[in-house]
């Protein structure tokens, strides 16, 4: 073989091996689209662990269905145990593995999602839904980022409204888990008090060890209020209120999304839950709305046999619509521009969350990448059933 | 203002109370077989455990669900003496401490699979939040009891100790194990007596928490906030453990109700190391001199 000839061969050999990748894209192939998720099976926040759970359960309705346009989604999911750097390194090594991922899908936590938010904009890789309600994934928007949760700030402030609007209260306090998706609650709650011409009463700082919150209740007590929202861990939330009851604390204690799996609360705090207000971002779990009773039948049919049908289970099958359906219409050309652009046409898009919509991306919108906006409010009753008390509401 | 003072007293006194059950059981340990026995709060978290699987899934009654844990507890203390630290061959400090830490991880991963990660509470003859007034400072019924435990336990382990022939078998074991030995002192059971006592004193900490809050992760605060009080104390004194305790839940309580109640959790540890810096070998411990 000449010089000549060998020189055009590699020319050519260039050329293949270039053309390659060019046509398909990172995390997927003719048969596959490969979607990652991170979750904490272990650790003191695997009571969480059902969201990354419940996604699996749909993706594998779906593939059983028959997949997206040709295709069945392959899903990884890993244990973070709720530690950054674990998340970081996990989501690393799938992400720069053999196959890649295409995109990744919600991902338990403020602190988790932070560790990996700026290696996946700077790879431009699709994430949608992160099962956290902190404003940093829209403050500022990003291009790839999809954030979904209500904010923790929208949740504080319609359930002061209620409180201060239809319950007539006056002096409302707030006890938080002293980290970020504790001080959005104190944020949002300040801010919709301060329409209202009015003030919190009491900030008292609750951390992830403290177990006697004696001390808390007593801050609590002096402020005297008639309403207390609880922005802590549910574990710690049920504290408040025992330890509340107990030394003469008793306000209208009102709660989160996170403390908004009634049959739980109802349970572990022995009863003490009834009466207490919560913020709902989901469907309740007895709701007999088709889909509801659909991703109910898949949970019989997959989930593991100890698998407990609650909110964060069956909001994790709701975090993963929103990209689901973005595959849907992305069609069978599916590319991660396509993905987006349909993305960013979904208006009131219903599943088992609240509507959901997008903008075109604009920097200086956060509303561009939140999903959705409204929540509802539903009061404890005796048996840890939940009683309706607003339509879905959503603030600005 | 005095209110305040005296609710945040009454308050140290009562979390120190769960404190003390810790540092005793860890004390116990380590004055026998020098030991530091980080497996302890997850020994005492599979035997509540295994009273909230009597109590909530089998019908077993109170009476017979808690002692039996108790009993749970004691024969795990005994089969981790006798399992596995006297097949330690020769083992150094850091080894025994890696060889504990190790178990508790074990123990911890076991009841995390077989129980899962949604809090629970442990059905429990006393309600988890009715309390009484002290002179106008609120503390529940299920701290007094725990109060209670913690300070007849003291007592009636320094009895023991000091009175009884097991006791005499223990500080012989201690002081000088070849000695005891060749005294007739049956030195290995003596070891794994003192461990199974030991776990057991743990987990009856452990069943008076649980009523209020449970879940896998429930023992590492109070084996943490005991392993400080012990140090504290001295780590061979069973009333210095609970002297230390009582120290440290008091010092919290009052930092959190006058200083910061962000960073109440961290005083305990400062006080460590202040103490550390002071008397090396703890508040109430003769100081320790190693016969070469």
Redesign the interface.
Known sequence: MSMAMARWWAVGLAALVLAGPAGAEEGVTDTEIRIGQWGPQ???A??W?AVARGAGVLFQLINDEGGIHGRKIRYQMFDDGYNPAKTKAGVKELQEGPGGIFAWVSGVGTAPGLAVRDYLRERKVPWVGPASGSHHWVSPPEKNLFALYPLYRYEAAALVRYLVGTGGKKRVAIAYL?DDYGKDGVAGAAAELARHGLKLVAE??V?K????L???V??LKKAEPDAVLLWVT??HA??LV??G???GLAPQWASTSSCSDLV?MH????G?WEGVIVANFTELPDADTPLMKKYRAAFEKYAAK?E?W?VFFYAGMGFAEPLVEGLRRAGRNLTRQALVAELEKLRDFKGVLGRVSYQPFDPTDPLSRQGQREVFLTRCLADGKAERLTDWLTVE | MIADLWQAVASGVMAGSTYALMALGLVLVYKTSEVVNFAQGEIALAATFVAYLGLEHHGVPWWAALPGALAFAALLGAAVEFGVLRRAKDPSVLGTIIITIGLEMVFLGLVSWKFGADPKTLPFPLPPYDGVSLAGAYVSSLELLTAAAAVGLMLALYLVLAHSRLGLAIRATQQNRDAARLMGVRTRRVLMATWALASAVGALGGLLIAPVTMHPYMMWDPLLKGFAAAVLGGLTSLPGAVAGAYLLGVTENLFGAFVSLEFKSVVAFAAIVAVLCVRPSGLFARHHVKKV
Do not use: F, Y
Not at chain 1, 209 to 212: E, L
Not at chain 1, 267 to 270: A, E, L, Y
């Open positions: 272990t650790g003191p695997a009571p662990g002293n008292v700082p951390e060890g403290d177990s006697d004696k001390p808390h007593l801050q549910p574990t049920v504290g025992g330890t009851k107990a030394m739980l349970k572990i705090s022995k003490l100890d407990r609650g």
